[in-house]
């Protein structure tokens, strides 16, 4: 079977390397890839929102399974067009998607079907909304646009003053574009953050291991947030009581609710919660792997994991064998350009990639990359993820950090604390 992995970033070269690796599959197509995806798979040069092309490609090519590693495609439609098509595809279609593209939207899912989420209000105009912010009496308030906004769109704000400079800065200067047409003025959680990565078969939910990963550019989770900066799986703390609570309370009537809302959801869907007194409520959908979340997961997961995508895709996860877990804890590194999470330089040559992954128990995937000529160059601000498993996250740490250690490029950095974090400050909720 031929299998297309459509985006071209750590996550994706993380899915071509495991999928790669499926008896069951003869050939990796990524679209459009990077220098990494390029080693386990043939890139082919079709962007990621080109459904168009997309769908002519997986035609053309006969593949057996698409499996879509960014929202961007499941937003504009790729899944539905597939499944017109009769192929395979794991990942929703545009209105399962609408639950991370429209945080509106999956708000009002959310309160209609008594899932815990934060209380919030939705405004279209500023005016509106700043009325209402003159009335809040509890502070910090959250304010969010609606849409995508590559994780710079929601506001903590601690008084009226700085609540109505984001009111402004999303509505009046517009600086997620439409995403802040409408925005959402939310009750402030307090508690650890968690997420939970499930697949949803349209009826069947199957938990995956858990993992996190590390936001801020800082070491100490201090300064701006990225993309992420580096990952760790399995956590400590996550008890079987908290466990089931998420399942029951959260994830079994989010399947409900979207069934009854006409979305037939297959693929994973990522829950970003905050475990509050009052047991965890949901701050967001994401409706794809994260990165660098998925890297540490495709590090960990034993089993061959295309019977699990394809059961997935066609609703059939219930008869799949779940996936076997490598018990080893696995620490990924995010290595960046200088200056990223603002401005960077792209095109400097990457050297020591060999001695990396000659590292025991290292797999470096790559992300912003590009093949030049004989060489491999920088592409974006998030460059590599050297990921390690150990025998213990000590051990997963030295050797990710060894392999860091080996990667040469002008101004590259990286965060020196992943897996690090005191135990106390883990976002995983502590023994309930
Ligand atoms: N209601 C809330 N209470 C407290 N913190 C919040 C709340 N909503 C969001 N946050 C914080 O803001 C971060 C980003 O919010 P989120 O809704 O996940 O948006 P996105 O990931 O799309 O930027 C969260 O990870 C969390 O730390
Ligand atoms: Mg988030």
Redesign the pocket.
């Known amino acids: 079977m031929k299998v297309l992995v459509v985006g071209g970033g750590g996550r994706e070269h993380a899915l071509c390397w495991k999928i790669a690796r499926s008896k069951r599959v003869k050939q990796v197509l990524c679209a459009p890839g990077n220098a990494g995806t390029a080693q386990v798979a043939r890139n082919v040069n079709v962007a990621a929102d080109d459904i168009d092309g997309l769908v002519a490609l997986a035609q053309k090519e006969n593949v057996g399974l698409v499996v879509v590693g960014p929202e961007d495609p499941l937003v504009l439609g790729l899944a539905d067009r597939l499944r017109e098509l009769k192929i395979p595809v794991f990942g929703p279609g545009a209105k399962g998607a609408q639950m991370?593209a429209s945080?509106v939207f999956s708000k009002d899912l959310m309160e209609r079907h008594r899932i815990p989420?934060?209380a919030?209000r939705t405004f279209d105009r500023s005016g509106q909304a700043k009325g209402y912010l003159e009335s809040c009496t509890v502070w910090?308030q959250?304010i969010?646009a609606e849409g995508?906004?590559?994780?710079?769109?929601?506001y903590?704000c601690h008084d009226l003053e700085e609540a109505r400079q984001a009111v402004d800065a999303i509505m009046e200067e517009k600086r997620h574009g439409d995403s802040g047409e409408r925005i959402l003025v939310?009750?402030?959680?307090?508690g650890e953050?968690a997420s939970v990565f499930a697949l949803i078969d349209g009826r069947t939910i199957l938990i995956l291991e858990s993992v996190q990963d590390h936001?801020q550019v800082g070491e100490g989770d201090t300064g701006p947030?990225t993309g992420g900066m580096g990952v760790v799986s399995p956590l400590r703390t996550l008890s079987t009581r908290l466990h089931r609570q998420i399942e029951q309370r959260v994830l079994i009537p989010t399947v409900h609710a979207m069934r009854q809302e006409g979305i037939d959801y297959h693929g994973v869907l990522f829950v970003?919660l905050?475990m509050t007194e009052g047991g965890p409520?949901v701050?967001?959908y994401?409706v794809r792997f994260g990165d660098p979340e998925c890297q540490a997961l495709m590090r960990r997961m034993k089993s061959d994991i295309v019977p699990i995508l394809l059961a997935c895709a066609q609703g059939e996860l219930e008869k799949a064998d779940p996936p076997q877990w490598d018990a080893r804890p696995c620490v990924g590194v995010v290595a960046a350009a200088g200056g990223y999470p603002g401005s960077y330089r792209k095109g400097d040559a990457i050297r020591g990639l060999e001695g990396a992954a000659a590292v025991e128990g290292v797999e470096v995937f790559h992300a912003g990359t590009k093949q030049v000529g004989e060489q491999i160059v920088t592409n974006g601000g998030r460059v590599l993820c050297i990921t390690a498993v150990g025998a213990s996250l000590d051990e997963a740490r030295e050797s990710a950090y060894r392999a860091y250690d080996a990667i040469a490029w002008e101004d590259k950095f990286c965060r020196r604390d992943i897996g690090q974090r005191r135990p106390g400050g883990q976002p995983s909720p502590a023994e309930a």
């Open positions: 991370e945080k989420t934060a919030s910090p959250v969010k995508l906004a590559a994780g710079k769109g929601v903590i939310e009750e402030f959680l307090e953050e936001k947030n970003g905050m409520r701050i967001e994401n």
